[in-house]
């Protein structure tokens, strides 16, 4: 009876409003804890965190242009991601503890806001394509609008774990199925899945090849990705014919002239 229940159309909106609603509680406690390293004082709490739970979602909601964004129109919003925050401000856990914590809400709130994106974008009328990338917003804007605003690179950009691309995975196991009738199964894949490869990549620092792992197999480029800084004269000397003497100068050809003193 539960399961059918949802699976039913007012089931299924259910759901998604109570994920929606643990992600802004979820994001705003990761956003105070990101304000507690940067020791913020309490307005500062409550803006990282405001911004980290219902950044994500308002952006979506303007880009689907559906009515007011739902952070706006429903009263219960607002005052979850300021119970985040405040949460974070209160309560003081080791740097342990929260490492352990950060990990695990973060993968969980990937996962509830994938599926939350996904199911709002077909709400509106929309198709899978734009399901995946509703997604994907939602799992991550929130985030990115905090890095932003605390003058970070953000996290989608790579440098670390896996981030944006479990949130694409997700998404489109939700957007998988939902095309086949099983939404539910779809919300349960979707968590678990983010949970697993969130997991893994920390764990195992599982990533993304970066622009340095596909630079040309050259001298120049190995010594570039090694970071060693090059002279002008030592570049000059990479592209030039000709030997090195002990000096560190090029030796030059036989048939050119040497200039008398």
């Not at 007012?10 to 979820?26: E, H, Q, R, Y």
């Amino acid at each position: 009876m539960v399961l059918m229940n949802l699976l039913s159309v007012d089931g299924l909106a259910a759901v998604t409003n109570v994920l929606d609603l643990a992600g802004v509680f979820a994001s705003a406690l990761l956003g105070g804890a990101v304000a507690r390293s940067m020791d913020f004082d309490l307005f500062g709490f409550l803006v990282v965190g405001f911004v980290s739970g219902l950044g994500g979602g308002m952006l979506r909601d303007v880009l689907l242009q559906n009515g007011p964004p739902v952070a706006l129109t429903d009263p219960l919003y607002v005052p979850v991601a300021v119970a985040g925050a405040l949460v974070a401000f209160l309560v003081s856990f080791s740097e342990r503890g929260w490492d352990r914590l950060f990990t695990f809400l973060d993968a969980a709130v990937i996962g509830f806001w994938a599926v939350v994106g996904v199911q709002r974008t077909f709400d509106a009328g929309l198709e899978w394509p734009a399901a995946i990338i509703m997604g994907t917003i939602t799992a991550v804007g929130g985030g990115v609008g905090r890095d932003l605003l605390l003058r970070r690179v953000p996290a989608v950009f790579g440098g670390n774990a896996l981030y944006a691309s479990v949130a694409v995975a997700a998404s489109a196991v939700m957007v998988g199925a939902s095309a086949l009738g099983s939404p539910t199964i779809g919300i349960v894949a979707a968590v678990v899945l983010s949970l697993l490869l969130r997991w893994g990549a920390v764990r195992w620092g599982w990533g993304l090849p970066n622009g340095r792992d596909w630079q040309p197999q050259s001298t120049l480029a190995s010594l570039l990705r090694r970071g060693r800084g090059l002279r002008p004269d030592a570049v000059r000397l990479l592209r030039r014919p000709g030997r090195r003497n002990g000096t560190g100068r090029a030796r030059r050809d036989e048939d050119t002239p040497t200039p008398e003193h």
